[in-house]
Structures are given as C-alpha cells and as structure tokens.
C-alpha cells in the first residue's frame, strides 16, 4: 500500500488513481456529518452563482456553503459541522459549496474512486483503502496554497495506511497548535474545532459518485 499526498490547490493535472479529498476545516467534516443527520444527498458545486441557480430549480433542496470561512449570504446554512449537529436534515437533498473543498473535488471528479474524509469518519473508511495499491490523499488547502490540518490528517493516513501505526493522537496535537486552527477559531469557529478533531463521528464511508456525495453503499 502507497499514499501519495498531493496538493490539490496548486495540481491542474491529476491521475486517475483512487483518491481521498481532504479538507478538515471544515467540508470533508461537514458533508460526512450531514448524511449522519439525515440528508439523502449532497450535490456539490464549484460556484456561489451555480448553487443559486439549481437553489431556484429545485426550492425544496437545501441550500449550504460558505466563501472564505462565512456563510454566503442567501443561504441557508453554512459550511459548519456544529451547525449540522444541531440541524434535522432527514431526507433531505442539500447543494452545498465552499472555499476549497468543492473547487478541488471539481478538479479531481474524474478518479476511479473518490472518498470524503476525515477525522470524523477516517476510521470507518480506512478498511475500504486496503483494497487499493496506491492512494492519492488529496489536499484542499486555502487560496494561499496550504492548510496545516489537511497535511497533518494526509500524513496520518499515509502512516496509519504504509505502517499500520495509528498516530491519531499525535496529529490531533500537531493539528491543535498549528495556523489552521487559529484562524478559524479567530472567526468564530470554536466549535467547529473541536468537532473536526474528534474520531468516530460518523460511523460509514463517504463517496463521490455521478456527481453527487452519498453514503458508500453495501455491497
């Protein structure tokens, strides 16, 4: 077993290898945790003005995301893990764009296979990796090009994955003290923190497939 961590802001050209799209605070915590809560599915965007307009298509969808850290005014929730914890979204179908996340799924849509992951549901998708030779953990990162906490959650993979050593403590710890987690704690983001940083949130594997984010079915 191989994990390549890629930097999905500064790629333009990526394989067709199987990959994990990476973005810790806090998308790939937040799509996971609204399937937990009931949502059917999840059609992600790349644009403000594309989730608008199928939000005027389809008035009975959710609409969700945020640009730089807030919430896109005229949405109704934002890209916010706490938000979505105290939030009922039984069947229902949310478009949801963000920052960074959304922009580099869009880059990489066309892999074998794509997992949405995270400390919330790493574990629960951690035994569906073994299946692949090589696994491509693709960073989010920030327009300036990096995001500690998506490295430090790759490089946890990538150990826990080519050495089977679960450092998930260590990387919490690097994670706490580093830029990412203090930039959005200065904007509010306190308790989004805390719930992007605990394990076992969501007990399933979280896919993107024909466009649209979903509970990885049985097989």
Same mark, same amino acid.
């Given at each position: 077993?191989? +994990?390549?961590?890629?930097?999905?802001?500064?790629?333009?050209?990526?394989?067709?290898?199987?990959?994990? @799209?990476?973005?810790?605070?806090?998308?790939?915590?937040?799509?996971? @945790?609204?399937?937990?809560?009931?949502? !059917?599915?999840?059609?992600?965007?790349? !644009?403000?003005? +594309?989730?608008?307009?199928?939000?005027?298509?389809?008035? &009975?969808?959710?609409?969700?995301?945020?640009?730089?850290?807030?919430?896109?005014?005229?949405?109704? /929730? !934002?890209?916010?893990?706490?938000?979505?914890?105290?939030? &009922?979204?039984?069947?229902?179908?949310?478009?949801?764009?963000?920052?960074?996340?959304?922009?580099? @799924?869009?880059?990489?849509? &066309?892999?074998? +296979?794509?997992?949405?992951?995270?400390?919330?549901?790493?574990?629960?998708?951690?035994?569906?990796?073994?299946?692949?030779?090589?696994?491509?953990?693709?960073? !989010?990162?920030?327009?300036?090009?990096?995001?500690?906490?998506?490295?430090?959650?790759? /490089?946890?993979?990538?150990?826990?994955?080519?050495?089977?050593?679960?450092?998930? &403590?260590?990387?919490?710890?690097?994670?706490? %003290?580093?830029?990412?987690?203090?930039?959005?704690? /200065?904007?509010?983001? %306190?308790?989004?923190?805390?719930?992007?940083?605990?394990?076992?949130?969501?007990?399933?594997?979280?896919?993107?497939?024909?466009?649209?984010?979903?509970?990885?079915?049985?097989?």
């Amino acid at each position: 077993m191989e +994990v390549n961590i890629v930097n999905g802001r500064k790629e333009n050209q990526f394989s067709k290898n199987p990959k994990i @799209l990476i973005d810790i605070y806090r998308s790939t915590t937040t799509m996971p @945790l609204m399937l937990k809560k009931g949502a !059917s599915k999840i059609i992600p965007v790349s !644009s403000v003005s +594309v989730a608008k307009k199928m939000k005027n298509e389809y008035p &009975d969808y959710i609409i969700a995301g945020e640009r730089y850290g807030f919430k896109v005014p005229g949405f109704q /929730m !934002s890209n916010s893990p706490y938000e979505v914890m105290n939030t &009922d979204l039984d069947g229902k179908t949310i478009i949801f764009t963000s920052t960074n996340g959304t922009k580099v @799924l869009n880059k990489i849509k &066309d892999s074998e +296979v794509i997992f949405i992951c995270s400390y919330a549901n790493v574990f629960a998708t951690l035994p569906f990796l073994k299946n692949f030779s090589v696994i491509e953990a693709v960073l !989010s990162g920030r327009p300036d090009g990096y995001a500690d906490e998506d490295y430090y959650f790759g /490089m946890f993979v990538k150990t826990y994955m080519e050495t089977g050593k679960d450092q998930f &403590d260590y990387y919490i710890e690097q994670t706490r %003290k580093g830029q990412g987690t203090k930039r959005l704690s /200065m904007i509010g983001g %306190k308790k989004d923190v805390e719930l992007c940083l605990q394990r076992d949130l969501v007990p399933f594997p979280v896919i993107f497939q024909n466009g649209e984010i979903i509970r990885k079915p049985q097989e």
